[in-house]
Nanobody, 123 residues
Framework: QVQLVESGGGLVQAGGSLRLSCAAS???????MGWFRQAPGKGREFVAA????????YYADSVKGRFTISRDNAKNTVYLQMSSLKAEDTAVYYC?????????????????WGQGTQVTVSS
């Protein structure tokens, strides 16, 4: 099985930066990797995703230009570099893994999920 472990969450001031990491077990370099988030009282929403081809990435409009997703296949790790953080970015962030050709923005298509890491952006 594939296990995902997120890290890097915490408290940051608005306008600041934070980098999340997601370590995946096993050989997962061909998986589509995604980041989703869930704010209190809201459903889980897509944030960013990356194909096994590192140059192919996807972003929600709300984070485009501020967040950058990347992966290190040798380490089976995906990253989410978050900059210019806003209070509305506050959420639990989840890492997910799915097949190489899934609809990258659709949470239901992902097979594995991490337990999440809290990101809190203060104003």
């Amino acid at each position: 099985q594939v296990q995902l472990v997120e890290s890097g969450g915490g408290l940051v001031q608005a306008g600041g930066s934070l980098r999340l990491s997601c370590a995946a077990s096993g050989r997962s370099s061909t998986y589509t990797m995604g980041w989703f988030r869930q704010a209190p009282g809201k459903g889980r929403e897509f944030v960013a995703a990356i194909r096994w081809i590192p140059s192919i990435t996807y972003y929600a409009d709300s984070v485009k230009g501020r967040f950058t997703i990347s992966r290190d296949n040798a380490k089976n790790t995906v990253y989410l570099q978050m900059s210019s953080l806003k209070a509305e970015d506050t959420a639990v962030y989840y890492c997910a893994a799915g097949g190489p050709t899934i609809a990258a923005t659709a949470g239901a298509r992902y097979d594995y999920w991490g337990q999440g890491t809290q990101v809190t952006v203060s104003s």
